[in-house]
């Protein structure tokens, strides 16, 4: 016999999966952004670097945002699939 919704589990109203991939969209997007700036506005990017101090304040942003957003956002994902695939087998 199928146990009822009422008598399920639910997982933790506040295990950080939410805040993980807040956060990571958060950090990526603002990466991304400061990548489109530096291309569009402040003069893009060569071998040897960027060609204005605004533009190295935007390419450090970025080396920093896309990375650490990235790997936030990928551990969010990877706790909202294993979330569900729990909430599966309850």
Not at 15 to 20: A, I, K, P, S, V
Not at 69 to 80: E, F, M, R, S
Request: aromatic residues 10%.
């Amino acid at each position: 016999m199928a146990e009822s919704p009422a008598n399920r589990e639910a997982a933790p109203p506040n295990d950080g999966t939410r805040q993980l991939l807040q956060w990571g969209s958060w950090m990526l997007g603002s990466g991304l952004l400061a990548v489109f700036l530096l291309q569009a506005f402040l003069g893009g990017f060569s071998p040897t670097g960027a060609s204005t101090n605004t533009g190295w304040f935007a390419l450090i942003v970025a080396l920093m945002c896309i990375p650490f957003g990235g790997l936030l956002l990928t551990l969010g994902v990877a706790k909202w699939l294993h979330n569900r695939r729990a909430a599966r087998q309850r």
